[in-house]
């Protein structure tokens, strides 16, 4: 069975950003890797749950 790929508005609802940051992210960087189909932009979930692994906060020094 292939993996499930999300589009930009499913991703901005996964994660509660408005679609334009992630059109931002697209075109300056900083999201996660995705794949370009024509004029359709998809995001594997595998590379979408990589992006938030990378993305957690260290706790801060007492």
Not at 5 to 29: C, D, F, K, Q
Request: aromatic letters at 12%.
């Amino acid at each position: 069975m292939a993996a499930k790929h999300l589009s930009p508005e499913e991703l901005a609802e996964r994660l509660g950003v408005p679609i334009m940051t992630v059109y931002a992210w697209n075109s300056r960087g900083g999201g996660p890797r995705f794949m370009r189909f024509g004029k359709h932009v998809r995001y594997k979930i595998a590379d979408v749950e990589a992006w938030e692994d990378a993305h957690y906060a260290e706790p801060a020094a007492s």
